[in-house]
Every structure is written in structure tokens, then in C-alpha cells.
């Protein structure tokens, strides 16, 4: 089984940053995938950022210059750093992990901008 906790949403204004952070645990492959993925009102839940254990990674390609996904993997946590935040990337941050059949999900983060 695995749990994931997310942290570091919150309210910011147009043009500014956060980063989020997602820390797995339990057991956990190192090979397993991990990403972000969002939900905002009215809208289904979107993929904004994989990554692989090699380091590569894949992004919804109308965030890919204002998103950055990282790994630490020894840590088992990933990262989003965001940046020139619109009101439009208002959503519930949701971390994701997916190891052979199975897929986890984090209780999900909420970030809002707006001013």
C-alpha cells in the first residue's frame, strides 16, 4: 500500500509562484511514476506534469514554460514548481504514483489564484 500527502497550496496572487511538495510512502518501487494532476470546478481532472524515475519527464503541453516537475527520489517526493500563476490554474492539485496494475492518489491541495 501506498500514501501519498501532498503540501504547499494556497492562495496566490496572479503572476506569482508555489511550489508543491508530495511524499510517498509505504511500498514504493523505484521505478514507480509520479505526477501531478489537477481538477478545476466544472472541468474533469487533467494531467499538468509526469516523471520517471529516469528523470524524464512529460507535461500538458500549455504548462510546459510555466510548470516544473522534479523527483528526489531517495526521499520519495516530488515537486511542481509554478510560476506566473493565472486565475486559471485555480484547481485541486492532486499527486499521483503509479507502480505496476496500481495507481495512487493524494487527498489533493487546493491552489487559487486570484487577487
Known amino acids: 500500500q501506498v500514501q501519498l500527502v501532498e503540501s504547499g497550496g494556497g492562495l496566490v496572487q496572479p503572476g506569482g509562484s508555489l511550489r508543491l511538495s508530495c511524499t510517498a510512502s509505504?511500498?514504493?518501487?523505484?521505478?514507480?511514476?509520479m505526477g501531478w494532476y489537477r481538477q478545476a470546478p466544472g472541468k474533469q481532472r487533467e494531467l499538468v506534469a509526469q516523471?520517471?524515475?529516469?528523470?524524464?519527464?512529460g507535461y500538458k503541453d500549455s504548462l510546459k514554460d510555466r510548470f516544473t516537475i522534479s523527483r528526489d527520489s531517495a526521499k520519495n517526493t516530488v515537486y511542481l514548481q509554478m510560476t506566473s500563476l493565472r486565475p486559471e490554474d485555480t484547481a485541486v492539485y492532486y499527486c499521483?504514483?503509479?507502480?505496476?496494475?496500481?495507481?495512487?492518489w493524494g487527498q489533493g491541495t487546493q491552489v487559487t489564484v486570484s487577487s
Open positions: 499521483h504514483l503509479s507502480q505496476g496494475p496500481s495507481d495512487y
Open positions: 509505504g511500498s514504493i518501487f523505484s521505478i514507480a511514476v
Open positions: 516523471i520517471y524515475s529516469t528523470g524524464s519527464t
